[in-house]
């Protein structure tokens, strides 16, 4: 029997991070050694349910030194501090994504991995979705001709804007997944970005963001692309995520659409697309994309292998992103930095 590999998720109470914590639970290359969360209460209650231990701060774990591997799903503009510190300690880490919500603080973490010693892996999902993997897949074969052209878009509902209240924008929350498929997918960097955001729906709800960002992009090579991301949806609009990814090539072209994961649901109380690949649960456990990824993870760093994504792919999104927000700040064509 191999090895079961030790994991605290941090940050075990919010949406993501239970999630994180129930499939670390149900892993059969894991165990669930402690929910690490500042809320007492919620903390005490997710770690009754995985039956597993509380503790509150994530100090009292290094300094005990029986856990070596975290996942860490805090809001991302708490990413830096709590990463950057684990990392240091030379501890091994899946940091749920954005791997930050800035390039600076995305340099930060590199370089702490660097100095620590531990591994780092940046939970972007979309890399254990199998249409978008089979998608670069494709184009690495050649199936379609060298990429002329590509369009990514993600819509989702305006409660997940007013639920994050400003705590993140829709750029890293929702665009992140795209940005960084733009460029996996395809094989190429983008060199330069124009943005423009609208905010009409959250201003209505005392959220201090945007409803939408728009934005232009230029590849290295001079391939054009744009991304569209949005979550203005109405609540009743269908599965609450409106996804897809188009690229039209030099000798054929390719479209990945998620919207429907093939079973949809309408009754009185209206139509709904549930969710077929992300984390469904199916005979009471969480199945997935994500239940791949973290079991990746887990695996990877138990076996000493490389992980899917490089800390430098994720710096990339990330980098993107920063100009794609500096654009929508300037009114202005932007550079994208190098890492």
């Known amino acids: 029997m191999l090895e079961r590999v030790k994991v ?25 050694a402690a929910i690490v969360d500042l809320n007492e209460e919620l903390g005490e209650k997710a770690a009754e349910k995985y039956n597993t231990r509380y503790v509150k701060n994530v100090d009292d774990l290094l300094a005990e030194g029986s856990v070596d591997t975290f996942i860490v799903a805090l809001p991302d503009r708490l990413h830096v501090d709590m990463t950057v510190k684990l990392l ?9 994504k954005p791997m930050a919500d800035t390039l600076d603080g995305a340099r930060k973490i590199a370089a702490a991995e660097k100095e620590g010693g531990g591994r780092l892996m940046i939970g972007q999902l979309l890399r254990f979705d199998p249409r978008y993997a089979q998608a670069a897949k494709a184009i690495r074969d050649g199936d379609i001709g060298d990429v002329v052209h590509v369009a990514a878009k993600r819509y989702s509902l305006r409660s997940v804007g007013i639920r994050m209240n400003g705590r993140s924008s829709v750029c ?23 943005a423009r955001a609208v905010s009409k729906v959250m201003p209505e709800h005392g959220v201090q963001s945007e409803d939408a960002i728009f934005a232009n992009v230029e590849y290295e090579d001079g391939t054009i692309g744009s991304l569209n991301i949005s979550w203005a949806l109405p609540d009743y609009a269908g599965g609450g995520i409106s996804a897809g990814l188009d690229i039209v090539g030099t000798k054929g072209i390719l479209k990945v659409d998620t919207t429907d994961h093939g079973l949809n649901i309408q009754n009185r109380s209206g139509y709904s697309l549930p969710d077929g690949l992300h984390w469904p649960e199916v005979y009471g456990q969480t199945t997935g994309d994500l239940k791949e990824e973290v079991n990746h993870f887990v695996t990877a760093v138990r076996d000493g292998k490389p992980f899917r994504i490089s800390v430098e792919e994720a710096m990339l999104a990330v980098a993107v992103n920063d100009a794609v927000l500096k ?13």
């Not at 991070?17 to 149900?26: N, Q, R, S, W, Y």
């Not at 795209?178 to 124009?194: E, F, H, R």
């Open 8 to 32: 605290a998720v941090v940050g075990g109470t919010g949406f993501m991070g239970d999630l994180h914590a129930k499939v670390t639970f149900e892993s059969d290359s894991a165990e669930l």
């Open 88 to 96: 240091k300690a030379g501890k091994n880490v899946l940091l749920e």
């Open 172 to 194: 890293f929350y929702l665009g992140i997944h795209d940005v960084d498929a733009m460029q996996w997918v395809t094989g190429k960097k983008i060199k330069s970005v124009y």
């Open 327 to 339: 654009s929508v700040e300037t009114g202005k064509i932007v550079e994208v930095e190098t890492i």
